[in-house]
């Protein structure tokens, strides 16, 4: 999903603008430009299980999705819904957005979205601890004003160079009334990704502030929740 999965890909090591000395952070961002180009980690990881909670806050409302994304011909993959349940304007008003956000995203040219230095501004801002390991903290500056790029920083671990962290606005993303802001926190196993979970606010007309949590957990064999469609409430 999303903006999601969305952020980041295919770049070629000749672009780094970075000159590797030796240090930890550029050895770091060297790794990360090499990761980026083999495209995104839950797109090509098999089965994945997904949780779509959407809230209308101002309202009190909410609903939430859980469908699972298999692999296929589309390098996107196919996704199953597996269960709807809760409110009807939210299910249909934000959640459907969220889908429609990621179609938008999708149709976008990957080189043109991708988080390398063709596209973005790099500033080193820090380090910061996250747990067993520690994480290089990067101000990034889109360099045009085009759909899908964002605003924000980027946390890459210091050890393997994955993304463990991505914050801040999605630029010019179509039907928005305003700007989308997400974070995007992943979790690594080993060097690898095996959890993601992603929010998205940004405010619809006469509904307020939108807030969307997705979770994303790549699934081990036998994990693969039964088909249930539950009825959305009105």
């Known amino acids: 999903m999303l903006l999601f999965g969305v952020i980041g890909l295919n770049a070629r090591a000749a672009e780094v603008s970075i000159r590797a000395r030796g240090s930890s952070p550029e050895l770091a961002f060297a790794r990360y430009i090499a990761s980026n180009g083999e495209g995104d980690p839950f797109e090509k990881s098999g089965t994945v299980v997904i949780s779509i909670e ?23 993959g196919d996704l199953h819904i597996v269960q709807i349940a809760g409110d009807g304007t939210v299910a249909a008003e ?25 596209n973005y501004k790099f500033h080193l801002a820090g380090e910061v601890k996250t747990g067993g390991s520690s994480a290089y903290i990067y101000d990034i500056t889109p360099k045009k004003n085009r759909p899908g790029l ?47 979970v992603t929010h998205v606010a940004w405010s619809m007309p006469r509904l307020g502030r939108a807030e969307v949590v997705i979770t994303e957990i790549v699934l081990t064999s036998g994990m693969v929740p039964q088909p249930e469609r539950l009825d959305v409430g009105q």
Not at 54 to 76: C, F, G, M
Not at 94 to 118: G, H, W
């Open 54 to 76: 959407a809230s209308l806050p101002e309202l009190y409302k909410s609903a939430a999705v859980l469908a699972v994304r298999t692999p296929d011909e589309d390098e996107h």
């Open 94 to 118: 934000v959640i459907d957005r969220v889908f429609a956000m990621r179609e938008q995203i999708d149709l976008l040219p990957l080189s043109s979205i991708a988080i390398t230095p063709v």
């Open 150 to 196: 964002v605003l924000g920083q980027l946390w890459m671990d210091s050890g393997s160079g994955q993304e463990v962290m991505l914050s801040g606005r999605v630029m010019n993303l179509p039907d928005t009334s305003g700007p989308v802001n997400v974070v995007r926190d992943t979790k690594l196993a080993n060097g690898s990704a095996f959890a993601r």
